[in-house]
């Protein structure tokens, strides 16, 4: 049976008070019990928020004595006020309080339990106890509230050869998306791999498969491999069981059931992807730029032979709130993903737990968002200087959105 109800949607009051009237017609279609969303409106007329200058909180580099961070890859509020903040360069989880004042650390550099290789990221359980995964080592060590080291689970046999995966949080256990990126050396070219996911069980062990999904764009060259400038990549989340999935090379999203059914596909309309010969000629020449000047001299002009996509993702980044709202991030630029980015302002379209567009928010530059919980924003900012700290702002209000971003 195939259903098809066309809803119009006219919002007569925008987040920001105004009054102006907004597209948002949607079309639902069920299809062999796959929920169909698909919005027909001109999504930069949704009402738009910006976050904050002013944060309410912001941790710098050097709040204790022994706390210096270098490469943080995550940032995760827990249900007590606490702040753990993951550190892949020093080995190590820092905790904070909801003031920002230290705690203690946990972890640090080493095999054996309780310690780390690559901190990828890190998860919040029920209890205030925490998940760190280690890509390197391909184990995931659980702390508990305390900030004992609980258990310590072998999930290497499920990650791809590179061992890059996200992992969420379920109720039963975890949902493990494998991230195919760089393998074997291959011949000049782009390249994107698919990489298995998986439903882990508390012990990480496979009790369901989710099913494969590409990874990150790759680009060979004679010399040089790596991402692929302007080339997609997967982002996932999961809300009320069920794992999103987005491979960003096309405006739509995926929610899949424990199970590994598809239940539900998202879809936008699309823009102007196409990347110009100029466009990435100005990319490459910001790039070797960039490049000290014995490291200029010797790959700049392999990089202007290194393959890039000719088309942008549709989006980057997906973080989802505690409340079931979803957070996608545009597509910043290749210049934004350096180790030393550049930064600018982000804008997100926020996705309520129905599958249908809210609003616009922007971010400031060099704000890498990583979670939001209670109309809290958590993230990462990078100066010009490359230097980070930890920054959390408040998600402005909105009629419409209560009780989405956890409020």
Not at 361 to 374: D, E, H, K, T
Request: charged share 20%.
């Amino acid at each position: 049976m195939r259903l098809v109800a066309i809803v119009a949607l006219v919002s007569a009051t925008a987040c920001s008070g105004d009054a102006a009237p907004v597209d948002t017609r949607v079309v639902h279609t069920d299809s062999m019990q796959v929920e169909i969303i698909t919005h027909l409106g001109d999504g930069s007329l949704l009402p738009v928020d910006s976050l904050s200058d002013d944060p309410v909180l912001a941790i710098r580099s050097g709040a204790a004595s022994d706390v210096i961070f270098h490469r943080l890859t995550d940032v995760t509020p827990l249900s007590n006020g606490t702040i753990a903040v993951a550190a892949s360069g020093s080995r190590a989880i820092y905790l904070f309080d909801r003031r920002g004042s230290f705690k203690m650390s946990l972890g640090r550099d080493g095999d054996g339990p309780g310690e780390f290789r690559a901190i990828w990221g890190a998860v919040a359980l029920q209890g205030d106890s925490l998940v760190v995964f280690d890509s390197r080592l391909g184990r995931l060590t659980i702390f508990s509230a305390a900030g004992q080291v609980a258990r310590t689970l072998d999930i290497s046999r499920f990650l791809p050869p590179a061992r890059g995966a996200d992992v969420h949080p379920l109720d039963s256990g975890f949902a493990l998306v494998g991230l195919a990126s760089t393998g074997m050396h291959r011949s000049e070219g782009t390249y994107r791999d698919s990489a298995a996911s998986y439903l882990l069980d508390v012990n990480g062990d496979s009790v369901g498969f989710y099913g494969e999904f590409p990874g990150s764009e790759v680009s060979y060259a004679e010399r040089l491999f790596g991402s692929s400038p302007f080339g997609a990549r997967l982002f996932s989340g999961v809300r009320d069981g069920r794992l999103i999935i987005g491979n960003s090379s096309e405006p739509e999203l995926r929610e899949y059931a424990t199970t590994g059914r598809l239940v539900r596909v998202i879809r936008w309309p699309d823009h102007d992807r196409h990347v110009t010969e100029s466009r990435a000629a100005e990319y490459i020449a910001y790039r070797v730029q960039s490049l000290a000047k014995n490291v200029r001299d010797q790959f700049g002009q392999d990089l202007g032979e290194l393959p890039y996509s000719h088309t942008e993702p549709a989006y980057y980044d997906l973080v989802v709130s505690s409340g079931g709202m979803i957070w996608l991030g545009d597509y910043p630029g290749p210049e934004a993903l350096l180790p030393e980015p550049a930064p600018k302002p982000r804008l997100w379209t926020l996705f309520g737990p129905d599958g249908v567009r809210l609003r616009l928010i922007y971010s400031p530059p060099g704000f890498a968002l990583r979670a939001v919980q209670s109309g809290l924003a958590y993230g990462i900012q990078t100066d010009d200087l490359g230097v980070q700290s930890v920054v959390v702002y408040r998600v402005p209000e909105c009629d419409s959105c209560k009780d989405l971003d956890g409020k």
